[in-house]
């Protein structure tokens, strides 16, 4: 069986993207509001479908999702970027956040470690069984139901073990930044 | 954050994160209506996944250790004499020993027992040369060596200027032009014990990355699958696939530029050697296969 060239695949695929995207706008734009986008809202909703034309399109299976998702990653994105964009204004007036930036390799390495072995001792007080699942869940990708199988137990207990341990590595983030 | 947060949504907060996660998540009415119900909850949520991601490439990625650099230490003249004298009659040296030199033909496989006990499986593609009993240097490619523990003699693998001295070990090492990991599978090793040594026990793998030592972790019980034709990869870039196949299946593979930086995470289960391996291998890899004289080129499909 001869393959398709793949151009006429993603042509394919960025109509059937397109023709969803439009039937979904208003829920899409509802989203993004929910998700703090404000006034902006409109124009990220045109930022995202920038976004997804420019993406590599493969098949896609739940192409709702796909958008839903894509427009979650973008409002990330933006927050990421306003984070950046607060922290450089504060360097001027905060010597100790401009250290965060400043920093020798070598010292910034071992911050890192440091911080490193915070979150790897979190994790080993929460027991075997939890720590490897949230670093299958986390770390590997995978999917939750997967995960379930893996180990051979319920949804629901995957679900409480990761909350465990996203609740106990979460908490390092109040007491660093504090 | 200023406002103050209760517990109850904060632990809202974390589910979310973790649930959107999960590449199959489909709940969005639910996470919207969440977010609706509060302007706070999506703060809550960004701040929390910022948090989370960082946390998490941490735990994945170790952070590269800094090279150390190593100074001759400044020494009286007895010590100084000493030191002159090892280095006039170095310990590897043994009467008896010549060194010798394997080298293994792309797409070849060989197994070197040594007469300690100790083996070295050589990948296609392999130079290796025995310079003593305990002593080895990989000049290029990839080899696994099962070493007989003998704590009097350390067995040692030099490759370019590294180091690796084991202590009771299974270990992999890749040597390419771009490219030097060690990968232990048992016990520990020591790299470069004269500069950084660095100790990597079983399960994790060093790296020189540009000026740079990484560690990062590993499954132990995948190291060496090669041997069985399976390679094994986590978000590796497809050069690196690349370098692999050509060792594996004894052709000259390349990633074209357009490709080589792709990310790539699964199983590739070489069957046989040549063309036919190669495409079914680049069909798992999402892209083409194109020859150009003699060599091979993974394209973009």
Redesign the interface.
């Known amino acids: 069986m001869a393959p398709v060239p793949s151009i006429r695949n993603r042509d394919l695929t960025l109509a059937g993207l397109e023709a969803v995207f439009l039937a979904h706008r208003a829920a899409l734009l509802r989203f993004l509001r929910a998700r703090g986008a404000g006034d902006d809202a409109e124009d990220l909703l045109q930022e995202l479908w920038f976004r997804v034309a420019a993406a590599p399109a493969g098949p896609i299976a739940e192409p709702v999702g796909y958008l839903v998702r894509a427009a979650n990653n973008l409002m990330l994105d933006r927050h990421r970027g306003q984070m950046r964009a607060m922290r450089r204004d504060l360097d001027w007036a905060e010597a100790a956040t401009a250290a965060d930036h400043e920093m020798p390799n070598a010292e910034r390495a071992l911050v890192g470690r440091e911080a490193l072995g915070r979150a790897e001792a979190v994790l080993a007080a929460l027991g075997s069984r939890v720590e490897a699942i949230f670093r299958r869940y986390r770390l590997d990708e995978v999917t939750i139901d997967q995960v379930a199988r893996e180990f051979g137990v319920s949804r629901s207990t995957v679900e409480k073990d990761l909350q465990k341990a996203y609740r106990a590595l979460l908490e390092l983030r109040s007491g660093g930044d504090a | 954050m200023s406002a103050r947060v209760t517990r109850e949504a904060e632990?809202q907060a974390?589910?979310w994160?973790?649930?959107?996660?999960?590449?199959?998540?489909?709940d969005?009415d639910g996470f919207?209506a969440w977010?609706?119900a509060d302007?706070g909850h999506?703060?809550l949520?960004?701040?929390?996944?910022?948090?989370?991601e960082r946390?998490?490439e941490?735990?994945?990625r170790?952070?590269?250790?800094?090279r150390r650099r190593w100074r001759w230490p400044v020494m009286g003249g007895a010590v100084a004499a000493a030191l002159a004298l090892v280095a006039v009659v170095p310990s590897m040296m043994q009467p008896g020993f010549a060194p010798q030199t394997i080298a293994s033909a792309a797409g070849q496989k060989l197994t070197v027992r040594l007469a300690d006990g100790s083996r070295i499986d050589m990948n296609g593609g392999t130079r290796l040369v025995l310079e003593g009993p305990r002593h080895a240097r990989l000049e290029r490619g990839e080899a696994l060596f099962t070493v007989a523990h003998d704590e009097a003699r350390p067995f040692e693998v030099r490759s370019g200027d590294a180091l690796i001295r084991d202590i009771g070990t299974a270990f992999n090492v890749v040597r390419e032009p771009m490219r030097f990991t060690v990968t232990v599978s048992e016990g520990e090793i020591v790299f470069n014990p004269e500069r950084e040594q660095v100790h990597v026990p079983a399960g994790q793998q060093i790296e020189e990355s540009g000026d740079q030592l990484l560690v990062t972790r590993v499954d132990a019980a995948q190291v060496g699958a090669w041997r069985q034709g399976r390679l094994i990869y986590?978000g590796a870039k497809l050069d690196r696939v690349a370098g692999d196949l050509s060792r594996g299946l004894g052709l000259t593979v390349a990633a074209d530029a357009s490709v080589s930086a792709r990310p790539f995470?699964g199983i590739i289960q070489l069957e046989g050697k040549g063309e036919d391996a190669l495409r079914s291998a680049a069909t798992i890899l999402?892209v083409e296969v194109r020859r150009s004289g003699d060599r091979w080129l993974l394209v973009a499909?």
């Open positions: 632990d974390v589910a994160v973790m649930l959107t996660r999960d590449p199959s998540f489909a969005w919207t977010l609706e302007p999506a703060r949520y960004d701040e929390l996944s910022v948090a989370d946390i998490a941490q735990l994945a170790r952070e590269p250790i800094a986590r995470s999402g499909p």
